[in-house]
């Protein structure tokens, strides 16, 4: 399309794209300046009037190419303005090409391929005429029962800081106004993994110190990688609902960190703000969202309907109202809107090439977890074997691999384990197929005898097992978060025939596997991986390539365990394996006493199944001489830590190294660990390499008590291994200058 606006750009113009904003502002009405800050859904009734009419600055999920070039030109050559549109969609792990979920990815811990899978879904994106995704979901994800926890990068500060970041700078690219680059919008500020029993739009109540030290760290890094945009949370913090938060949008992000880009509320959460009981009327709902620095409302309308009285009665400022267009206009420029709005999607590469799979399948091989390996019966071997019963729900499901949150995504893309195993058996070993199940809910026996006899006359089982995209993702919280339906009855029936198991699990959450764990042989944690999945996992299987993913998140024993994480507090009574007791050991008639006893459930001791950093690998990877290049550094200096990290088993493969630290006395009390590095390291089998990590003292910073960003001078010990769990030590001392 050739048509632009009068405001189009012109080669001469070398204006600023802010000078540009504010000359675009001084010639709008109120009108046109508050149908920039409302965002319509796509199909919505009279949407080309409004368009026309100046009331729209954004519309959300619209993907059919043809109407949006039609809406933009609408909106460029119709309107008083000529002002482009913002088009956005939830692209959380993939347009068409579809990636592991996040938390997949975050299992990774490889920035480089999660800013590969950004870049591609951007670009994927942008040939159906997005150029606004509402991603990353940086929310920290401490309760598996918390659905979008499969949206989450996992429990940590610094691994979601880090994987966050990434995201962005796949997503937006090196310029916004590059092809293949679209806007970013870290979501959801703020708190929202803390939802009270993991309970999706629940109540947070997080104290400050802990918001700042836990929660917002990798808002601040999405915002220092440039992230143009914001989501406010649904959720209600301490009492202040996100979409009406002042504090958060206003203090934390405008006034201490700076942020030019713009703030977008949740779906409908300046109306929900009356639902919270925070204010009585719509009215008051958009005077306390535009107090606290919501530019845009997302799919309700109050804006348009109560912003222009509550200016006419100066309850807000035209002022105010000014810097919060200028935010929109800002990023439109910045994007290119004005000079080319149109999508042509012939000048885009090909969705779903070969490249964007072979992405696609990198990442899931790298987010694939392997969790259990007795007697080595992973990798497989297709000389040895002579047959293998493929068996489960998940097993040759192209739509449930692909996780939640897929609106674009088609699974006649996706390539199934069943396939993938068929593709590699070829002639060489057989392959018995039985579902067992008709899906991972099912509460039906009737194809347990099949499932059994294929197992009964196979080598190996491989069951694939876990979850269907629906049981994760927004409000889809789970109370008991153990394989659901007959699965687990399904693993008794065939581990009665002796026949070695392996499960895979593909699941957009941890799940409670403790009861499951001694029936079977191995597990692989598969999370959904997308598109590729089958050919990732079937690589694995026959050790085409090592499992190399770490859990982003600890997996509790038992749902009583949650929350449950490795950076948590010592209490004053820490727990330790010789002081703990079983429930069954306790005498009869015991006498009542606390004395000796410390932090731990009767029934479960006070470890999780599975801790953060964890996954094994096909060989075996140690750790020696952890050392630091002094034993005493003044603050404002980098100290390195280092260890030999060596391969000590007959396979090639890639280790995630992992760096812990601990303050140990600290003005408010410290996480017994805290992951501040990482590195992949990938070695030839019997070699080894020396591995260090610079740390600066800045890095080692907290929110004190008085919520100031500290280093304090005192003892460090740092830990450097393949988990949370590592006990391979060192310490060291920060002195005041
Ligand atoms: C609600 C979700 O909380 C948010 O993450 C998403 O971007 C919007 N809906 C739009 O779909």
Redesign the pocket.
């Known amino acids: 399309m050739s048509q632009q606006s009068c405001l189009a750009g012109n080669p001469e113009d070398n204006r600023s794209d802010e000078g540009r904003a504010r000359d675009l502002l001084a010639q709008m009405t109120l009108q046109e300046k508050i149908g920039q800050m409302s965002q319509v859904n796509g199909g919505s009734a009279d949407l080309h009037q409004a368009v026309r009419e100046g009331r729209v600055g954004s519309v ?2 619209e993907v059919n190419v043809e109407e949006i070039n039609e809406l933009q030109r609408l909106a460029m050559l119709e309107s008083r303005l000529g002002i482009p549109l913002l088009i956005g969609r ?1 692209v959380i792990h993939g347009f068409k090409t579809i990636f592991p979920i996040p938390l997949g990815q975050a299992a990774s811990w490889d920035p480089a391929i999660v800013e590969r899978g950004a870049a591609v879904a951007a670009m994927e994106a942008e040939s159906a005429g997005i150029n606004w995704t ?1 991603a990353p ?1 940086i929310d920290i994800a401490r309760d598996p029962r918390w659905g979008r926890i499969a949206e989450s990068l996992g429990e940590d500060p610094h691994l979601s800081s880090v994987l966050g970041a990434a995201m962005v700078r796949g997503f937006q690219g090196e310029r916004l106004d590059q092809q293949g680059s679209i806007a970013a919008c870290a ?2 500020f703020a708190g929202y993994g803390a939802v009270e029993s993991g309970l999706d739009y629940n109540t947070t109540n997080i104290p400050e110190n802990e918001l700042r030290n836990v929660y917002m760290p990798p808002f601040k890094a999405a915002l220092d990688a440039g992230v143009a945009t914001f ?1 406010s949370s ?1 959720s209600d913090l301490n009492g202040v609902p996100c979409a009406g938060n002042e504090f958060l949008m206003k203090q934390v992000l405008r006034q201490e960190w700076d942020f030019n880009g713009f703030v977008v509320s ?2 409908d959460a300046i109306k929900e703000l009356t639902v919270h009981g925070f204010t009585a009327t719509d009215r008051e709902a958009v005077l306390e969202a535009t107090d606290a620095g919501i530019d845009m409302e ?1 799919a309700s309308p109050l804006y348009g309907q109560h912003l222009p009285a509550l200016v006419e009665e100066g309850k807000v400022s035209e002022q105010q109202i000014d810097t919060m267009v200028c935010n929109i206009l800002r990023l439109k420029f910045q994007l290119g809107l004005f000079d080319n709005p149109y999508t042509n999607p012939g000048h885009y590469p090909r969705l779903v090439n070969a490249q964007h799979l072979q992405a696609a399948k990198e990442a899931a091989l790298r987010s694939c977890v392997l969790l259990k390996n007795d007697h080595q019966t992973l990798p497989l071997s297709k000389q040895t074997l002579g047959s293998v019963a493929v068996i489960g729900p998940l097993a040759d499901d192209g739509y449930e691999q692909l996780g939640t949150w897929v609106f674009d995504g088609e699974s006649q893309h996706s390539h199934t384990c069943l396939q993938a195993i068929h593709a590699l058996a070829g002639e060489e070993f057989e392959v018995r197929w039985s579902q067992g199940m008709a899906s991972s809910r099912c509460r039906k026996q009737d194809g347990f005898d099949d499932a059994v006899q294929i197992a009964r006359d196979s080598d190996v089982a491989l069951m694939f097992l876990g979850e269907e995209s629906i049981l994760s993702g ?1 409000a889809h919280c789970r109370a008991e978060i153990d394989l659901p339906g007959n699965q687990e009855q399904l693993i008794d029936a065939i581990a009665a025939t002796g026949t070695p198991i392996v499960v895979v699990v593909m699941a957009g959450r941890p799940l409670t596997l403790q009861s499951v764990l001694d029936k079977v042989d191995a597990v692989l944690y598969a999370w959904h991986p997308g598109t590729m999945g089958g050919p990732a996992i079937v690589d694995l299987l026959f050790g085409v390539e090592a499992p190399s993913g770490k859990l982003p998140v600890s997996f509790p024993r038992l749902v009583g365990q949650i929350p449950i994480y490795y950076s948590k507090k010592n209490t004053g009574r820490p727990p330790s394996h010789d002081s703990i007791t079983h429930i069954d050991e306790i005498d009869g008639k015991a006498a009542q006493t606390s004395l000796g006893m410390s932090a731990f459930h009767l029934d479960a001791g006070f470890t999780p199944l599975f801790p953060f950093g964890y996954g094994l690998s096909y060989t075996r990877f140690e750790y020696s001489d952890i050392a630091v290049s002094a034993d005493r550094i003044t603050l404002g200096d980098t100290i390195e830590v280092s260890s030999t990290l060596v391969n000590a088993g007959d396979c090639a493969a890639e280790e995630v190294v992992q760096l812990y630290v601990r303050d140990l006395v600290g003005n408010v009390t410290r996480p017994v660990k805290e992951l501040k590095g990482f590195q992949r390291v990938r070695l030839e089998p019997g070699q080894s390499q020396r591995v260090s990590f610079n740390l600066h003292t800045d890095e080692l910073s907290f929110y004190n008590r008085k919520m100031i960003q500290v280093t304090e001078p005192g003892m460090f010990h740092a830990w450097i291994g393949g988990n949370s769990d590592t006990e391979l030590w060192t310490g060291f001392e920060i002195v005041d200058s």
């Open positions: 959300l999920n939830d509402f979901m979501k959801h989501m649904f949740d779906w997302m927004e």
